[in-house]
């Protein structure tokens, strides 16, 4: 296994990156006037990852008050959990101008965006944590059963959908569905409630990122086409792709991880962001400098939603920081034998190769802007969605931190 920290980077090209990365965040982050705020230091000990004191190893990001650290997070009622990262605030520009070799139209025009602060999942998420999220399924039903726990017009905003039980599991877990896989083919909204469903159990704000703090996160400091370097010539060493996999993903954080601590950021399973696709690039954002949190592109339609970091059976160039793939609910949804086809799975590829990845805002955020991150932004999603559940297919259940207690009860 690697290393945790980027201080112990073999190479010294990434350790200068890293040292030069943190260093800069000690000066309390030239971004950090809008998105760091002062902690009291009784209110320390309830912020997860938040220090007073410097570590003496590992990453840090250093904020108002104290230091972003590394922490880990436990599913409440299992044995569950992963590692959140803190990332640095700092600006870049997004995008790959026409020179990059694999430069794709919809890469550009290049802007330069703000990112503030953040945690970002060491690794995708895993079938690990999702088959916990999937499991919900036959508990809320059995909460509807008993007539326990309803959701009203009242409460329903801490409410969930949970994955209906695969119909044909063959085309999901085709190449596996060991825990320490990357979870795949979950639709956009999906990972969506699965964000929201761990955020209400942990009261903690979980979330897809948008493309800005995605790309942000896997370039690392970088202003290449791969995190390492201009070329692909080291690409084994960080990610799994066309020429190195197996027949399909592989165990998570097994290669190299970033110089911000992330494995897997290129290559193995892409990974949901919260944007609309729009095939003129970033055309609507040219000539300004934006917000990450802001430079978000919005849709009404259930497709297409960008996608990025390539996938285990994709060309090197299309597992570079800038390139992106787009959703086509028809197309990824082929072989699926649900009519209304599914909200909540596909079935076709490339949906095999997509997963998700979890991310986590320094300064906390509104509740509507969570919301965004979490429900329902299209007519046609919400059709599908409340069909099955009007049908008994699918079913709605609250999610808080009671929720793990009282799934245990009903299960025993």
Known sequence: ???????????????????????????????????????????????????????????????????????????????ISFEMIPVPAGSYKMGSPASEAGHKEDESPQIMVNVDPMWVCKTEVRWMEYKEFMGMYKTFKEFVFRDMRKVTPENKVDAVTTPTELYEPSYTFEFGDDDDLPAVTMTQFAAKQFTKWLSKMTDTQY???????????????????YSWGESADEIDQYAWYADNSPDGPSKVGLK??????????????????????????????????VKASEAIKSIETADPRVVRGGSWEMEPEDVRCASRLYSVDEDWKMDDPNIPLSPWWFTSDPSRGVGMRLFRSW??????????????????????????????????????????????????
């Not at 979330?207 to 996160?217: G, L, Q, S, Y």
């Not at 494995?263 to 944007?275: R, S």
């Not at 007519?379 to 207690?405: C, T």
Request: net charge negative.
């Open 1 to 79: 296994m690697q290393s945790n920290s980027v201080l112990h980077e073999s190479s010294s090209r990434r350790n200068d990156l890293h040292m030069n990365l943190y260093a800069r965040s000690l000066s309390l982050c030239l971004f950090a006037l809008t998105s760091c705020v002062a902690i009291a230091a009784d209110d320390s000990a309830k912020i997860k990852g938040f220090s007073t004191t410097q570590p003496d190893k590992g990453p840090f990001v250093a904020v108002e008050g104290g230091f972003m650290v590394p922490y880990t997070e436990t599913i409440p009622g299992t044995e």
């Open 207 to 225: 979330r897809i990122p948008t493309e800005a703090e995605w790309e942000w996160a896997a370039r690392a400091g970088s202003t290449t086409a």
């Open 256 to 289: 190299k991880p970033n110089a911000f601590g992330l494995n897997d950021m290129l290559g193995n399973v892409a990974e949901w962001t919260i944007d609309a696709y729009l095939e003129d690039g970033y055309k609507v954002f040219e000539g300004k400098t």
């Open 363 to 412: 300064k906390p955020l509104s509740d509507e802007a969570m919301n965004k991150f979490w429900e329902i932004d299209s007519e046609d999603i919400e059709f599908d969605v409340m069909s099955r559940i009007e049908e008994g297919r699918g079913v709605l259940g609250l999610a808080d931190p009671d929720l793990a207690e009282a799934a245990k009860a009903v299960r025993e």
